[in-house]
């Protein structure tokens, strides 16, 4: 309980002496209870909130945010009948229980797959016997698992895959890009398990290349290619992959003289700390410069960064000073972030940021 130097209360929450964020507040302004009913509260809450989501054929999902859901340090994914806890602190294990139970009640379903953070696994003498990727309530997972996005089917593996196995954050994005897509020849970089691939396939790209330097990724992205042929344009669409370091691939296409309609960058985070950011400007740069010499006039490029210190501003000017110095300047589009189930309720929490243009 935190109290103010006239010993007013100001806040009550989690306290985790192994973390630099040494307190995640639960309530600020008012005291009250923090027991079960509190976490069923804050998990109905943010369970409303994603409703709307419920009117899409979109069955995976974050449900909890963290921060942005009154949940620090606590994310919750759903992919169909799994659900997956992500914890960023040891401060969340004695509520654990009680917050399953919640989750349970107000949603069943048929596992609960826990996944630790980097920080957590560091100090597994904490962890009273719970691992990374554990199967904490349900059946054993005994076969593939998919779910549904927007009414295209992946595969997922919540308990190896990155982060909780999908990037949900995306989902809007993909949507766009799948309306960008008819007819065109498309480039998707970084393209993991090609979420991004298969949103365009299915707008009726005549062309789709799936670029990652994980042979697992690009794998995982042709059996989702399979997973969704029973849609026409998705069967129709060549599929082709590069398993390779994408700016080494970039630069190998351009000299080949490879052109695309439509070209996708979203890699991973280049900064996490502010001491980073410059370094990070100038891959993103990179990136840019590569991507517009590999569009046909008139194309579209989709450039994206999840990297937290990075402003929206810096990465914007960065994308265009880049895409100008390669004889190619931006004609900005739109400029988006996260979906509705990854709500920003504080300035940190707008990791996302995405730039449509044309060039
Ligand atoms: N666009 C994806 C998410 C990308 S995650 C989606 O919509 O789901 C970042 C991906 O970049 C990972 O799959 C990782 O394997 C890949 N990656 C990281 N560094 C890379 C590099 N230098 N070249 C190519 N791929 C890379």
Redesign the pocket.
């Known amino acids: 309980v935190v109290f103010d130097s006239k010993r007013q209360f100001v806040a009550i929450g989690l306290y985790d002496p192994l973390s630099p964020i040494r307190m995640r507040a639960l309530r600020t302004g008012k005291p009250g209870p923090i027991d079960r009913a509190f976490f069923a509260d804050r998990i109905a809450q943010a369970l409303v909130r994603r409703t709307p989501l419920l009117k899409t054929r979109t069955d995976g999902y974050r449900m909890i945010h963290g921060e942005s859901d009154g949940m620090p340090g606590m994310v919750v994914d759903r992919y169909a009948e799994t659900v997956v806890i992500k914890l960023y602190t040891h401060a969340w294990l004695p509520h654990l229980r009680d917050c399953i139970e919640s989750l349970l009640d107000l949603h069943p379903t048929t596992r609960v797959v826990l996944r630790l953070s980097r920080g957590l696994k560091q100090h597994p003498e904490y962890l009273g016997g719970l691992t990374d990727g554990q199967i904490i309530y349900g059946k054993a997972i005994t076969q593939t698992l998919t779910f549904y996005e927007n009414g295209l089917k992946f595969e997922v593996d919540p308990v190896r895959g990155?982060k909780t196995g999908?990037?949900l954050d995306?989902r809007d994005n993909?949507a766009r890009v799948e309306l960008l897509s008819r007819g065109r020849r498309v480039l998707?970089?970084?393209?993991?398990?090609?979420?991004?691939s298969l949103a365009a396939a299915r707008g009726g790209a005549v062309e789709v290349t799936s670029?990652?330097?994980?042979g697992h990724?690009i794998e995982s992205s042709k059996r989702n290619f399979a997973l969704n042929a029973d849609i026409p344009t998705i069967a129709a669409a060549r599929h082709l992959t590069i398993e390779?370091?994408?700016?080494r691939?970039m630069a190998e296409l351009a000299k080949q003289g490879a052109q695309y309609d439509l070209v996708?960058i979203?890699?991973?985070a280049f900064a996490v700390r502010r001491s980073q950011i410059p370094e990070a400007l100038s891959a993103y740069g990179r990136l840019a410069h590569l991507g517009v010499t590999l569009l046909a006039p008139g194309g579209n490029i989709v450039l994206?960064s999840c990297s937290n210190p990075v402003s929206p501003e810096e990465f914007r000017q960065t994308m265009c000073d880049a895409a100008a110095r390669a004889g190619r300047p931006l004609r900005e589009i739109e400029k988006t972030g996260h979906a509705l189930d990854h709500p920003l309720d504080f300035a940190e929490s707008r990791y996302l940021k995405c730039l449509f243009a044309k060039a």
């Open positions: 990155q999908f990037f995306q993909r998707n970089a970084f393209s993991y398990n090609g979420g991004f670029l990652d330097q994980s990724a390779g370091d994408a700016f691939a996708i979203d890699p991973p994206a």
